[in-house]
């Protein structure tokens, strides 16, 4: 059931995957580790650094929901700006 302003089953429901998206997906993540390695590395322990990692983690989360409930890449028209 959805409600006009906001589909609860897009929202709630695992979307899955082509071949693609999953290795694009596992780029995404390696890179993010990377960056989460980094921070770690070099900037101090403390609040701020807990809400970068906790941001990164999002970024992580939303850019694999993007991946899954989008057109791969090549589909995507010219005019999307991607």
Known sequence: ?????????KAFDSQ???A???????E???AAKILAHMILAH??????RS????KLQD??????????ENP????LSSDTGA
């Open 43 to 48: 900037v101090p322990g403390s609040s701020q």
């Open 20 to 26: 693609d998206q999953l290795a694009d997906s596992a």
């Open 28 to 30: 995404v993540r390696a």
């Open 51 to 54: 809400v970068a990692l906790r």
């Open 72 to 75: 791969p890449r090549d589909e």
């Open 59 to 68: 970024v992580t989360v939303w850019s694999n929901k993007a991946l899954a």
């Open 1 to 9: 059931m959805s409600h006009p302003q906001f589909d609860v089953d």
């Open 16 to 18: 899955p995957m082509n």
